[in-house]
């Protein structure tokens, strides 16, 4: 099993939504770095929900990844803001995984936590400007994660 690290804005889709939902399509993926990194998931892998662009942004809880190789449907639909008029249904140029809800945090483990804790060699989230929304975790970092997740009360 493999540890991710997934970003996404909560009024665009947060934790909430996905507790909601029980699963999701990960789509709209329109980096290339991201794209591959999704394509080496594995059915089991988790992935921590990290909540971007709201104050304070932080991880939130934790996913499974439950499918893989799915091709993103957006990039077809013209109405879509991830529509990609170069990608073709015989030739799609981007995936998508489903996600299943596993669990919220107690407390947001927020980014300036992250960053008092891990260089951005063992969390690469940390760096700063970092946009990529989709980053590989080590085992040792996911532990560490795993078990600020547990230790911080709630709020």
Same mark, same amino acid.
């Given at each position: 099993?493999? &540890?991710?690290?997934?970003?996404?804005e %909560?009024?665009?889709?947060?934790i909430?939504? /996905?507790?909601?939902?029980?699963?999701?399509?990960?789509?709209g993926?329109r980096?290339?770095?991201?794209r591959?990194?999704?394509?080496?998931?594995?059915?089991?892998?988790?992935?921590? &929900?990290?909540?971007?662009?709201?104050?304070? %942004?932080?991880?939130v809880g934790?996913?499974?990844v439950?499918?893989?190789?799915?091709?993103?449907?957006?990039?077809?639909? %013209?109405?879509?803001k991830?529509?990609?008029?170069?990608?073709?249904?015989?030739a799609?140029?981007?995936?998508?995984?489903?996600?299943?809800?596993?669990?919220?945090?107690?407390?947001?483990?927020?980014?300036?936590?992250?960053?008092?804790? &891990?260089?951005?060699e063992?969390? %690469?989230?940390?760096?700063?400007?970092?946009?990529?929304?989709?980053?590989?975790?080590?085992?040792?970092?996911?532990?560490? /994660?795993?078990?600020?997740a547990?230790s911080?009360?709630p709020?």
């Amino acid at each position: 099993m493999a &540890f991710w690290l997934m970003k996404s804005e %909560p009024d665009v889709y947060g934790i909430d939504h /996905l507790q909601r939902d029980g699963t999701t399509l990960w789509d709209g993926i329109r980096n290339y770095q991201a794209r591959n990194f999704m394509r080496t998931m594995a059915v089991g892998d988790q992935a921590f &929900f990290y909540h971007s662009n709201t104050k304070p %942004p932080g991880i939130v809880g934790l996913m499974e990844v439950m499918e893989t190789g799915l091709t993103d449907p957006s990039q077809f639909d %013209p109405t879509s803001k991830y529509h990609d008029p170069r990608s073709k249904p015989e030739a799609p140029r981007w995936d998508c995984v489903r996600l299943r809800y596993l669990r919220h945090f107690p407390t947001l483990i927020t980014l300036d936590q992250l960053r008092g804790r &891990f260089s951005v060699e063992e969390l %690469p989230v940390v760096r700063q400007g970092n946009r990529l929304s989709i980053l590989p975790v080590s085992d040792s970092s996911a532990a560490i /994660l795993l078990e600020l997740a547990t230790s911080q009360t709630p709020c």
